[in-house]
């Protein structure tokens, strides 16, 4: 059995979604952070969250990044 050196799931794509307190399904609200380089997007829509999302995919790639501690 072999196993794969990439895993599926990258850290550097995990995220924490918090959801204000007063949002609806229709007034989606909230902020997202990326859990390894601790940036936080505040979002006012479902529309604004995927966008926060695809941008931070955007700028990050997949090379040279490093985490929060610089490593």
Do not use: C, W
Not at 5 to 16: F, H, L, N, Q
Not at 17 to 27: E, I
Not at 41 to 60: C, K, N, W
């Amino acid at each position: 059995m072999s196993f794969k050196r990439e895993p599926k799931y990258r850290s550097r794509r995990a995220y924490v979604l918090k959801v204000r307190s007063d949002a609806t399904s229709d007034a989606l609200a909230g902020r997202l952070e990326n859990m390894v380089t601790g940036i936080q997007l505040e979002f006012e829509s479902g529309h604004e969250l995927l966008q926060s999302i695809a941008s931070d995919l955007d700028v990050s790639g997949d090379t040279g990044l490093v985490d929060a501690t610089g490593k």
